[in-house]
């Protein structure tokens, strides 16, 4: 039975490779950027209008920039840091030890760069993914329309075909950031006479063509994320489309799949305060130290239980997809999961702090922080296809139920 | 480490699975239960369990055993869980192998070990004595009397311990119950005088019993570890058992799961399949996402009391409340959407509900678990 027992030989060079990670990130990492980010402010964007809401954001920015590793695991050639699955965990852990932020925020991190990186030609590579990677250039997504929700692929925006070029109109709305962005990658119709998910191209255009306006959406949390996106003759190369023409929805479901992932991992994991101690803070103890409200403390205890769960599967499914073992719909069951248990943490937080957590406008509450980010977690079961929707992918591509 | 089975693990789920399913599927169980077998598993399935390295999975290679760790154990629990196949291993080949090896001084290894790992020799943790398991309310006496001790009190809940060659008892030998000082491990022979035991038939007809002790003399070689100090070693050897009963669960709700899901779609009512209604597919996708959370969570576990068992404390609270809901909810589902047949006992979905509900109380439930893992991170 002893052959049964496993030897890890890449065990020794990635530990060489935590040692190092460690010690250049506690070198490199200035200990501004070792907290959470409380507000937008924190978060880097990157793009053409790109502004460091302080000097060590961009410090901690350009020097993660330089070693690839605002995207750590893309291609050296294109801008990445071209480590491994297992390095890139690696480095996942050695920043989450030490709290630091992610450098560079996008969904050009996030959503097109996989997309490109399976369906783009070669130039199209060359071209977007450097950019993306040294957060030259925002993007935004255009899926979304007023009559296409869940329901995406009845999307109508209509791109005709005029030589080398489509003419877009249509509109899309819920486009997060489409104000702020330099460039959109969108779903437009370029076959109305085919079935539904057959006449979609995945196109690519500058923001800044004629013909495309914005108009921002106030959301519930008192913020404008996100806008209306209308498009008005915008001429287009049809060189811009991803993949083939009228298959832009193989493209589109791909990029969902990482698009869930991202969100699935959303909200401040493990990182800060244990949130029972945060409720302490303003709920009290009682007598053996524990927090002075059983109810809640039972709720943040099952949270924690759940919390640490779904952090464990989280790794498990990258390790899976490192072993090829991933189900490609995966991130439908993990973003469900992921996005339910981040409004239950920003319930709890609201509960803790009674109403102190309600003031809206003050310093002392830094502008309402705590009941606009509650507000603002309730779109996460929403945003990126809705919690009903995930299950439904589950119930059909995993479970293989009928006619789900 | 990666949370992915390595392929010796895969090969090992493979042979462990070949044999479980062959021999022991529900039908096996439910044999035993209804000819109210005597011994309450199968003789010759733990003689190939020995043959096969596994009953002495976790036991040291110098006593024989196969010096596997807990995700080894952990994959042969978790084909336990899928048939229901009731064994010695958890409480022999798991705990008692575990105390032992952690534990045991040289004479009661290589008294114990090596015949744990060839099959010869059952033991179990006599632990729990209320009706929660809270391991520091062990309050069963033991007083010093001449070279030795007398022990003297009751234990409940003693899987196999009707069938038991050796039990390894918890006793208080100082202060009072609640306190971690004053525990110790005894090794007490169940045919000594003064020790009788009560088979208990338990709702999951598995083994079970009661023990009463009333002035059993036992040695001062019997004392296991340090007098008075047991906390410790029980804290480790409870999470091994957590860990593995864990793992057990993961098993049980995969396979209820998937009998479930098969029900659904090829059960009709009003001309359709009912799997087909969306009420059902979105419990069916919650309870599958459940589960996989789980699974990793007690991989995630068992990696973790195999790299260091006292730290995994926290991983394991983790992984054993998850799995106590989660399989909770598996077989609620799975009665639930077998409609009345699920309600029979001659369909084997009930046997996994009535599992669920002892795995759930061993080693402490989810509410336990919970409990202390708000305490480990200090609310
Ligand atoms: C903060 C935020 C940011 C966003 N950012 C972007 C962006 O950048 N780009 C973009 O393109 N889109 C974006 N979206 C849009 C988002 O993708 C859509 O809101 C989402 O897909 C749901 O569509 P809908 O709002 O039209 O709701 P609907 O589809 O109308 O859904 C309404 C309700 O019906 C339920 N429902 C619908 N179909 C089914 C079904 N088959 N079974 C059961 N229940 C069902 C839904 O789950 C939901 O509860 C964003 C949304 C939010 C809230
Ligand atoms: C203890 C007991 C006593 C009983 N006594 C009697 C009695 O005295 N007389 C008598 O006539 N019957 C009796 N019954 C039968 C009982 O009424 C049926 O079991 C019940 O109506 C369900 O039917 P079924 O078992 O065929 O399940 P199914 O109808 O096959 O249901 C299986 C599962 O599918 C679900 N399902 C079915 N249709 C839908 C739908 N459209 N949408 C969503 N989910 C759906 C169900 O909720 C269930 O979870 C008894 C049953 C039990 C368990």
Redesign the pocket.
Known sequence: MTDLKTSDSESADLETFRNDTRAWLEANCPPEMRKPATSDADVFWGGRNAKFSSEPQRIWFERMRDKGWTVPDWPREYGGGGLSAAEHKVLRAEMARIGARPPLSS?GIWMLGPALLKYGNEAQKKEHLPKIAAGEIRW?????E?N?????ASLQTRAESDGDDFIINGQ???????NYADWIFCLVRTDPTAKKHDGISFILFDMASKGVSTKPIL?ISGYS??CETFFDNVRVPKSHVVGTINRGWDVAKYLLQHERAMISGMGERGVGRPLGQIAADSVGTDGQGRLDDAMLRGRIATFDVDEAALAACAERAVDLAKAGQAHPAFSSAMKYYGTELNKRRHEILMSAGGVDALEWESERSRQGARPRAWL?TK?NS????????ML?IVAKRILDLPGA | MALVLTEEQSMLRDSARGLISDKAPVSHLRHLRDSKDPTGFSKDLWHSFAEMGFAGLLVPEEFGGSGLGFVEAGIIMEEIGRTLMPSPFLATSVVAASVLTRGGNAAQKSEYLSKIANGSLLATLAIDEGAKHRPLQTSLKAVRAGNGFKLSGAKALVIDGHVADLLIVAARTAGSAGEREGLTLFLVNPKAKGVAIERTIMVDAHNAARIEFANVEVTADSVLGEVDQAAGLLDGVLDIGRGAVAAEMVGLSDEVFGRTVEYLKSRKQFGKLIGEF?ALQHRAAELYIDIEITRAATMKALQALDADVVKAAPAVAVAKARAGTTATRAVQEGVQMHGGMGMTDQFDIGFFMKRARVCEELFGDANYHTEQLARARGY
Do not use: M
């Open positions: 969904f935004c997504q255009g899926y979304s007023p296409a929700g869940s329901d995406l899309k709305i819920w486009t997060s950031y489409a959301l994320p996100f603002r779109a929403i945003e990126g296809g809705t919690s009903e929707v439904g | 969306q």
